[in-house]
């Protein structure tokens, strides 16, 4: 299967980044089978680390990470991290992937959406508390709303529609970010929040309604691409291998307030959508479709900290990356 290894990745390259430290340790990922969730799994795991991957599969999926099963450091939990976590033994790190990510999805479980960044939250780091171990959230650009401010410092508050059909994801997010800090400044408890901005690459559903998928599954169908509203709306988006990277570099420094984590190469959706046919080979146009409710204006990571504080910054450009994505897209669309 296309992107199920980290084959070109360097195991000099590992160690230099100082990921050795991960050998041994044992990581509980919650969310852990869905897209961004299971490139973190596969990164651990081959980092040398024991993995415990929850996920009650209503976005992730167990084919993120078959080719995991077979790896005596690895076991795959179906379960609701909304419910009380115990797990056995010595826990080292807690990452909270689990969450609905796409609009399609937390559209459709808006309820599940807020309980799973609010409860699921709080029993991660009960969890974590419970074992001393080292608690991540994965937050998001999300929690800036549509900003008034670009690119968007972790300094900005946001511009953010709380009772808007968005709002269940951007408030979950931030009242995630505001128990994990609470937990921190209570317990002691060792925190990381990184802020995600747009990620794509391979392990996409086809199907889960943001640009990336919508538009190659458009392309390869020969279809036009669905832009919404005219498309001049800004995205930076940030290959997964990437992300990844600055996300466990996160983990195993210091830092405790929020970190953005993105590609600051900022396109708009119309640019995104004609290198997307260009990487393609088709060329079958653009659709202009209604723009969604609180869709924000423009989304631009200030990656200045993470540069300073982690020594990280993204280094795969936006078309290198398409390219990297294509064959996955390929194998699903057929």
């Not at 960044?117 to 549509?146: C, M, N, R």
Request: hydrophobic share 40%.
């Amino acid at each position: 299967m296309v992107g199920q290894t980290l084959s070109e990745f360097d195991r000099f390259a590992l160690r230099a980044a100082g990921f050795d430290r991960l050998e041994d340790m044992h990581a509980v990922v919650m969310g852990g089978a869905g897209f961004l969730g299971s490139h973190i799994c596969t990164w651990l795991v081959d980092c040398g680390a024991r993995v415990t991957c929850l996920d009650n599969l209503i976005t992730g999926r167990p084919d993120n990470v078959a080719h995991l099963l077979d790896r005596k450091s690895f076991r795959l939990i179906d379960y609701d991290v909304t419910d009380f976590i115990h797990v056995a033994g010595r826990v080292d790190y807690v990452l909270n992937f689990a969450s609905p990510a796409s609009p399609v999805d937390y559209l459709k479980w808006p309820i599940h959406t807020l309980k799973v960044g609010a409860f699921g939250t709080h029993k991660g780091l009960g969890l974590a508390l419970e074992k001393g171990a080292v608690f991540l959230l994965a937050s998001t650009s999300e929690v800036y709303g549509d900003p008034k401010v670009n690119p968007q410092p972790e300094s900005y508050w946001g511009n953010v529609n709380p009772i808007g059909p968005r709002g269940v994801y951007d408030e979950a997010k931030r009242f995630a970010e505001a128990m994990t800090l609470a937990y921190h400044r209570e317990h002691g408890l060792a925190t990381r929040i990184v802020r995600i901005f747009n990620t794509y690459g391979p392990r996409m559903r086809v199907n889960d309604g943001r640009a990336v998928p919508a538009f190659f599954k458009a392309a390869l169908e020969n279809r036009p691409l669905p832009v919404h509203g005219d498309g001049l709306q800004t995205r930076s988006l940030c290959y997964v291998d990437d992300e990844v990277e600055g996300i466990l570099r996160l983990l195993l420094s210091d830092e405790t307030h929020p970190v953005n984590i993105g590609n600051p190469e900022e396109v708009t959706v119309l640019e995104l959508a004609e290198t997307i046919q260009e990487v393609v080979g088709n060329y079958p146009g653009i659709e202009f479709i209604h723009r969604p409710t609180d869709d924000p204006t423009v989304r631009w990571p200030d990656v200045t900290r993470a540069e300073e504080i982690l020594g990280w910054k993204a280094q795969i450009p936006l078309r290198e990356g398409l390219e990297r994505t294509l064959p996955w897209f390929r194998q699903l669309v057929g």
